[in-house]
């Protein structure tokens, strides 16, 4: 039986949007997606969560963190077949790990495994100096410093290679331009 939450083989160079809630990653991620003309994976922990809460009121618990992940890599999966050289990620399970750990103080061990297997080239990380736009899933407007943390926290101790996000959304855009940009001219000059 094949595994859930691991990566289907790509040619694709995969990026992913990386951060604490209400720092851009959408947004980003879209622009980046109309950019390079290609595919991008949207947050399914969004839509899960939202559908939840309009039915139940209830919000994310543990029991909903592998439904989520599972949600998450077939989306990735799926997009990653039609994409146009890159794939742009709106999260990834490491992110899904980190709110685990954040929120529940554990993490399923299988998902936690495919975090630390499943390989993307770049990980675009984004700051928390961009105002804050609650909605009926935000929740920690007054802790986005010790999230942001625990979020690059992640990255090092897997030493996930990544690039600092700032400012406002013309800066991220065109800092996240010029590195993917180089990662694609690096896998250029590998194919000669």
Known sequence: MENPLAQQPSDSIKIVLF????TGKTTLSGQLAQHYN?????????????????KTKLICELSDILPIARGQMF????YAKCANRVLIC?????ETQVYSEAYYGTCPAELEAAAKTNIYELYLLTYIDVTWTPDDLRDRPNRR????????GA???LNKPYVLLKGGQTQRLKRAIFEIDKLLNKYRLNAL
């Open 38 to 54: 290609t595919s991008w994976v949207r947050e399914y922990a969004r839509e899960y969560l939202q559908e939840k809460w309009d």
């Open 145 to 152: 410093l010790e999230m942001f943390q625990h979020f690059e």
């Open 155 to 157: 990255l090092k101790k």
């Open 19 to 22: 951060g604490p809630e209400s």
């Open 90 to 94: 709106d999260t990834d399970l490491l």
């Open 75 to 78: 989306l990735e999966n799926k």
